[in-house]
């Protein structure tokens, strides 16, 4: 019959929820790659100002500096994704774990809920939390990549 739908659509309520969580993950997207070229273009304008970027008196001399900055603060952006991928991989419980058993030692008030080491894995893995990391590795590749465009002027000038 006309005007019945095999199909149930959602409830408006649902939708709008749906929506404000869209825009909430891309507001929360937007904000880390912000804070992430913020911190970058700082450390290029540090390592710039030390390389007299400012008082180069050739075109040569600012773009080996240009260079310099963009890429030692891109390999600082690639690196510290690099560093979360591994430590989402596990690589650092050991020394976590150590850590916890060294001061469970000597710090009298803290007390170990764990006593094994396997123990510890399974209690990490029961709540574990992966931290992302491609907007470091996005964000530091286009800063190490300016870096070598600025390395090809240098050598073609």
Known sequence: PKGISCIATPPKRLNTEMKLQ???SKRGLIIKYSVTTVVLALIA???A??????SAKTQKEAYRALCDAFTVAGIFGLFSGLLVAISNEGFFTSIRYLGRCVIGAFVPAAKLTVKTYREYRQKLKEREEKTSYGF?????????LTGMIFLVLFYVV
């Open 22 to 24: 869209s825009n909430r």
């Open 136 to 144: 470091l590795l996005i964000v530091g590749g286009a800063f190490f």
């Open 45 to 47: 304008i540090g390592v």
């Open 49 to 54: 100002a030390a390389r007299n970027l400012f």
